[in-house]
């Protein structure tokens, strides 16, 4: 079955540690995001890539990082200069260049800072 | 503008009443409206769209209403049960543009 992959499903985070929360999908997608979702709260968008080796920030993109080396995957690294990491992550992906197709999200990671 | 404004927040419905929720846009390029469901701990997932060209848009027990000309769409919910409780968010975009996501409506749907 095609779809996006989030691993792993919980993660946990010591102060000042880097982490990296994995996203793949099989879906052929060209474009590839990451939210952050808080307690309550809608989807803020982290950083986006609609291409390899190219990405964009998204409106909180302090304190993370990506990389995009392969279409299939489009891992998340939340640094130690993220202050308040705590919260639900979520990739999704869409297809580039057949607008108005939506996206498909993972299942997610909920990082908490212990 | 590319903002997508949504209410309310939170709304409580009894089972088998009529879920409403609203969502407005300013953006007059964007020509596609999607609403996804969201169960706790889980991504979310499209559940209907519609394009501007249509004012209406029906699947089962959920509808979408689009008025063009308020720049205003909704999702009624008939004959809503308990599994339909659930976060909702309504998005729109154009072209290649990512998609622009309401802040999302907890629905509650009561015995």
Known sequence: ?114 | QQQVKQSPQSLIVQKGGISIINCAYENTAFDYFPWYQQFPGKGPALLIAIRPDVSEKKEGRFTISFNKSAKQFSLHIMDSQPGDSATYFCAANFGNEKLTFGTGTRLTIIP
């Open chain 1, 1 to 114: 079955d095609g779809g996006i992959t989030q691993s792993p499903k919980y993660l946990f985070r010591k102060e000042g540690q880097n982490v990296t929360l994995s996203c793949e999908q099989n879906l052929n997608h060209d474009a590839m995001y990451w939210y952050r979702q808080d307690p309550g709260q809608g989807l803020r968008l982290i950083y986006y890539s609609q291409i390899v080796n190219d990405f964009q920030k998204g409106d909180i993109a302090e304190g993370y990082s990506v990389s995009r080396e392969k279409k299939e995957s489009f891992p998340l690294t939340v640094t130690s200069a993220q202050k308040n990491p705590t919260a639900f992550y979520l990739c999704a992906s869409s297809i580039v260049g057949r607008s108005n197709y939506g996206y498909t999200f993972g299942s997610g990671t909920r990082l908490t800072v212990v």
